[in-house]
């Protein structure tokens, strides 16, 4: 069998916030998979298969919580996957789900992914010793401060670069409702001048802590033909792992990163991302990494990135707005981040990303990572003919 | 659907490992790949399984990528689930047909810490698991509503795990193996009403790993390739008060699925943690017990990895098939309790 058309037919998202109080986790997930069913114009029934990614479980001290969450996704009788691959995992959960269609396997997937960080403690769950490694202590803020610093020296950018990304994805936020951070006051001297964490990433600089999911309903050609609301086609994915302990890791521009991208615009016919994407939802939980993934993914000569955030080109109105949902810098439910990510650039596509709409997009760019800047997914969906 | 076969298996089971994790699975990896002449360069596709929760740190499985020797950069993915539904995700992957060949290993060390006890962070966490049921006093009720209701007798279960042990001595991967009567075994003292130590299983640290490759590939790499014919899986409701114990529906729906019962089954390996649960399988899968031969390796009462179990019934079944021992296998994977979770393939020879 021919490898078949995919695409992303409906999108359903939880309101992210701090702590989901009002719902269990089997409520949280089922919200937004209900959303995205709504969205598709599809019952449980419809659905042929289920995958749902998460980071990891300690992050709600449950061990593979698809078990328990069978009957909130509606899964008795059917296939169940659960993926896990660092923060890259929402973004490489609607890959496996598309390649479920992709395969012919499957005509209708559910892929979801969720967080409920309320009910543990991430800083905790990331702090635990790990083999051949010296525990730092000091969560993703203290791992990624260095790389960031070197990035700086390397690239000589200014300063306040960080800070300009960190306001400009806060304003992103307030044009979308489900964004955890609303700072509707927040200036851009408050940005610079909020402590400094983890120098340097300051306290403005950082990604919240959430609760939330994300749900996306993925379709072959077919089932897409009779989908409710306009589709998003999935013109190619990508996914890329590198090594841990390797000498030889470039950790500003890892090369599963700048692989993972070429990949993706030869699948998907992409010579010039920077003329021929519309919008882009980049994986940036510290303000530093948007310059940073600018120039891996292409968008920038190495070293430039900086000037695009600068000259206001990643600003909703720009040539090519970045994070216009806000970002993971406005929210972040982990295992949900990537899908989120993934989501949006399909909602643009689409055009149904409401306040925070790219007039006239048509081709959008999906990207998450994780691990120590080791694991990247990619997407890229346009809105086809 | 793109002919895939699995074309090499590896495998380590041992009470306790010493080493870590990496250094544990990554000479399984480097089996597989010096049996089938197949370098890092030449793998299109890598897919683990493995869990956090043994491994007792976040992110575990990112330490064990370097097993892979993945320099320059590979395209991977991690399920935290049985090696197994790795083994799924990699056969979907290769059904698209840009990829030929994949790595697959799924590993576990659960030695460190109480497995009994671990497994009950998979239950409910707002009502079930802060009570913390014991995983084998969970299946002992399954048992023991399986004994009332006529379904099997204690010396049934007895059967099964005198069974299991005599086979396993042939098996260098065993934790558990030996010539035991029936009335012998039924002697031993409860260790979980109605469950004795033999008919739980025989817990290990250890992983596999196999290598899958499509069409042309398998052929020139594997003198007889073990051809996926079929393989589904399916998730039953979880909530105690809602299933059946006395069955697994979700097995059923699988087995259905790849058609078990459309031809004679030569060999089935099933992953029966506690000796009640093989009839339970064997009955809804459809397998005709007098005319198939049911864990020949001793199955998981004689060494279970958590995590990889059901990755060791794949290539155990497909080793079946290699050796021309078997013309048609079929491989089976569970997870969650009260076998919540099935996988089902059928494996066969040219």
């Not at chain 2, 290990?204 to 490759?213: F, N, R, S, T, Y």
């Not at chain 2, 004689?302 to 296998?329: C, F, I, K, N, Q």
């Amino acid at each position: 069998m021919a490898k078949q058309r995919c695409a992303v037919i409906g999108v359903g998202q939880t309101k992210y916030q701090s702590t989901r109080g009002d719902v269990s986790m089997a409520g949280l997930v089922r919200e937004a998979a209900l959303r995205a069913l709504a969205d598709a114009g599809l019952e449980w029934s419809d659905i042929d298969a289920v995958v749902i990614g998460k980071a990891p479980d300690f992050f709600e001290g449950v061990m593979t919580p698809e078990i328990i969450l069978a009957e909130a996704l509606g899964a008795a009788g059917k296939p169940v996957l659960r993926v896990h691959t660092a923060g890259s995992v929402g973004g490489s959960t609607a890959i496996v789900a598309s390649s479920l269609i992709e395969s012919g396997v499957h005509r209708r997937v559910l892929a979801l992914g969720f967080e409920k960080q309320s009910e543990s403690n991430a800083m905790w769950a990331l702090s635990l010793p790990q083999a051949f490694q010296t525990s730092i202590n000091a969560g993703a803020g203290g791992y990624f401060s260095p790389i960031i610093r070197r990035y700086m020296a390397m690239s000589g950018a200014p300063e306040l670069v960080g800070c300009v990304v960190a306001f400009k994805d806060r304003q992103h936020a307030l044009k979308n409702p489900y964004a955890h951070l609303h700072q509707p006051e927040l200036t851009f001297e408050e940005v610079v001048e909020s402590p400094m964490l983890w120098d340097p990433i300051r306290y403005s600089e950082t990604c919240p802590s959430s609760d939330g999911a994300c749900a996306i309903v993925l379709a072959d050609e077919r089932a897409a033909a009779d989908a409710l609301n306009p589709v998003a086609w999935v013109d190619a994915t990508a996914m890329r792992s590198e090594a841990n302990n390797f000498g030889g890791r470039n950790m500003v521009n890892p090369a599963a990163s700048s692989l993972c991208a070429q990949d993706l615009y030869a699948k998907a016919g992409i010579t010039n991302p920077r003329e021929e994407i519309d919008v882009a939802e980049i994986y940036v939980p510290f303000s530093w990494y948007e310059p940073m993934w600018l120039e891996s993914l292409g968008f920038a000569e190495r070293g430039q990135g900086w000037r695009l955030v600068e000259d206001g080109v990643t600003r909703l109105g720009g040539d090519l707005p970045v994070n216009p949902s806000g970002g993971v810098l406005s929210s972040n439910p982990i295992g949900a981040s990537g899908m989120v990510r993934f989501a949006e650039a399909a909602l643009q596509v689409r055009g149904m990303a409401g306040e925070h709409q790219v007039v006239g997009a048509r081709r959008a760019l999906g990207h998450a990572y994780g691990g120590g800047a080791q694991y990247f997914a990619m997407w890229i969906v346009s809105a086809g003919d | 659907m793109t002919d895939i076969a699995i074309v090499a298996y590896a495998a380590r089971q041992q009470a306790e490992v010493e080493e870590n994790e990496l250094e544990m699975i990554a000479p399984l990896i480097e089996q597989v790949r010096s049996e089938t002449g197949l370098g890092p360069d030449d793998i299109d596709f890598t897919c683990s399984g493995s869990s956090d929760f043994l491994a007792g740190a976040a992110f575990s499985f990112v330490l064990t990528l370097d097993a892979t020797r993945p320099v320059p950069p590979i395209v991977e993915s991690h399920v935290e689930m049985d090696g197994a539904w790795a083994l799924y995700e990699a056969w979907v992957k290769l059904q698209i047909g840009e990829a030929k060949t994949a790595l697959v290993y799924g590993y576990g060390k659960s030695s460190p810490g109480s497995l009994r006890d671990v497994l009950a962070t998979q239950l409910d966490p707002y009502t079930v698991a802060p009570l913390w049921p014991d995983a084998f006093g969970i299946a002992g009720l399954q048992a023991r509503l399986m004994l009332d209701a006529g379904d099997v007798t204690e010396r049934d279960l007895a059967e099964v795990a005198a069974r299991s042990l005599a086979d396993a001595a042939d098996n260098p991967n065993a934790v558990r193996a030996g010539a035991h009567s029936i009335d012998e075994l039924l002697a031993e003292p409860y260790l979980h009403d109605p469950l004795r130590a033999h008919d739980c299983p025989a817990r290990a640290d250890g992983g596999a790993a196999v290598i899958l490759a499509a069409d042309d590939v398998a052929r020139r790499v594997c003198e007889r390739p073990a051809w996926i014919r079929a393989i589904d899986h399916r998730m039953d409701v979880h909530h105690f008060g809602v299933r059946d114990p006395r069955r697994a529906r979700s097995a059923e729906l699988a087995a259905q699925a790849v058609g078990v019962t459309s031809d004679k089954v030569d060999v089935a390996e099933l992953d029966a943690p506690f000796s009640h649960q093989e009839p339970l399988l064997v009955r809804a899968l459809g397998l005709d017990a007098a005319n198939t031969r049911i864990n020949p390796s001793g199955g998981s009462l004689t060494g279970h990895v958590m995590m990889a179990a059901g990755l060791v019934r794949l290539g155990e079944a497909a080793t079946r098939v290699h050796r021309g021992d078997a013309d048609r296998a079929v491989a089976h994977a569970t997870s969650g309790p009260w076998l919540q979770q099935n996988l089902v393939a059928v494996l066969e020879g040219d």
